[in-house]
């Protein structure tokens, strides 16, 4: 990680205040960081490299609406064979630049039947149904404690600021649970209506590994899904990722409105 941080401030000249996970389809937002860096994945030491379409793998690091910003231009995840230690180590990387707010944005699969596609729902709570935890094993007493809280995983603080900024740019909302399953196949019929039955809104195969870790090290965080398609069984329709990424497409003017005027606010 030392090796990792120092390769990362040698190309740098600005202090980021604020990292951005973006998720499939959502990566355009890195495009209007100002004074960038871009770095890719497979250029710095001990990142891993992001396989998925619909994401570019590397790193952008400059200033958004005035605000230093750290943003991953794709994510990894733990059906790409990853350990929860590889898929979590950006953020361990940003805990250890001195990045205090994480925003966390995903692609995901609409559970609750008041939502539609193209939805934009902020994260209030998940549910971890990934079978792992990224913090299983040695506890690194220097980020966080052995049994960190996630009464608040979500920030409330930032919650707020979210839904204040949606309405006063007249963008929809919604708020909701995200639960999290390793994939990467889709959920069955059957499965969705279990994870409805539980208190899930959306479903998806990312997101949490890093929220539990931003908590461990005392990151405050906000979580954004996109609802790019409605999950299985709700409308009969074939599911695919083809699909994600299109309707990632489709909202994504609405979806950077949106993050550049939370940023804006993070100033």
């Keep these: 990680m030392e090796k990792t941080i120092n390769f990362i401030q040698d190309k740098i000249k600005i202090n980021p205040q604020v990292g951005l996970i973006l998720g499939s389809g959502l990566g355009d937002l890195a495009e209007e960081v100002r004074e960038a860096v871009t770095i890719p994945y497979a250029e710095i030491p001990g990142f891993p490299v992001s396989t998925v379409q619909g994401h570019k793998g590397q790193l952008v690091i400059g200033n958004l609406q005035g605000v230093p910003v750290f943003t991953l231009q794709g994510r990894f995840h733990y059906y790409e064979g990853y350990s929860m230690d590889k898929i979590t180590f950006p953020v361990r990387v940003m805990q250890g630049l001195g990045i205090s707010t994480l925003i966390v944005t995903n692609a995901a699969g609409g559970i609750n039947l008041n939502f539609t596609s193209g939805a934009l729902m902020l994260i209030k709570d998940h549910i971890n149904l990934m079978g792992d935890n990224p913090l299983r094993g040695k506890n690194w007493e220097e980020f966080g404690p052995r049994f960190p809280d996630m009464t608040n995983?979500?920030?409330?603080?930032?919650?707020?600021?979210?839904?204040?900024?949606?309405?006063?740019?007249?963008?929809?909302?919604?708020?909701?649970?995200?639960?999290?399953?390793?994939?990467?196949?889709?959920?069955?019929?059957?499965?969705?209506?279990?994870?409805?039955?539980?208190?899930?809104?959306?479903?998806?195969?990312?997101?949490?590994?890093?929220?539990?870790?931003?908590?461990?090290?005392?990151?405050?965080?906000?979580?954004?899904?996109?609802?790019?398609?409605?999950?299985?069984?709700?409308?009969?329709?074939?599911?695919?990722?083809?699909?994600?990424?299109?309707?990632?497409?489709?909202?994504?003017?609405?979806?950077?409105?949106?993050?550049?005027?939370?940023?804006?606010?993070?100033?």
């Design 153 to 267: 995983a979500y920030s409330p603080r930032l919650l707020k600021l979210a839904q204040e900024v949606a309405a006063d740019l007249k963008i929809k909302v919604e708020s909701g649970v995200y639960v999290a399953l390793p994939g990467p196949s889709y959920e069955t019929p059957a499965e969705i209506r279990f994870l409805r039955t539980i208190g899930a809104d959306a479903v998806g195969m990312s997101t949490v590994p890093e929220v539990i870790v931003a908590n461990h090290g005392g990151m405050e965080v906000l979580g954004i899904s996109c609802i790019t398609n409605m999950a299985a069984g709700v409308t009969g329709k074939k599911l695919s990722h083809e699909e994600v990424v299109e309707t990632a497409n489709r909202v994504k003017d609405n979806f950077k409105t949106l993050l550049l005027g939370i940023i804006k606010k993070l100033r």
